[in-house]
């Protein structure tokens, strides 16, 4: 694998300080917040590089916005996704109803939604 930094040291003089702390995050992306990598696969999607600064900040997080937009949407979840979590609920809980079982597993999804959503605001 081939060292980057005698490219980033012919560019060092356009690069302000924090610049770099995304190549730590490109390494492994679980080290990102979802809703992160949501806006930075908005800003990716429009052509856009997600770490210039735009309005003193990393051009991603002006797709915050869009990305919580997208989390509102997916914050019910399809009755397949509430059968399949049904299916991994009803494994670790034998007993419960088919029903409240579905409902367990969509609360989950809502849970999930709301802190990818509140991870952005």
Known sequence: MRSIVPLLA????ELLPGDLDWLACRRDPSTMRP???????LCKLEGR???IKFEGA???QSYLLQAI?????LQEPSRM???????ILRAMNAGGTEMATEDDAA???RLIIDVLRDEGR
Not at 10 to 13: G, T
Not at 35 to 41: F, N, S
Not at 81 to 87: C, I, Q, Y
Request: hydrophobic share 45%; glycine share 6%; no cysteine.
């Open 58 to 60: 990393p051009m991603w």
């Open 10 to 13: 012919r560019f060092s003089s």
């Open 35 to 41: 809703i992160e990598r949501a806006a930075r696969a």
């Open 107 to 109: 609360n989950v999804w």
């Open 81 to 87: 996704m509430k059968e399949g979590g049904a299916e």
């Open 49 to 51: 590089p997600e770490n």
């Open 69 to 73: 937009t997208v989390a509102d949407a």
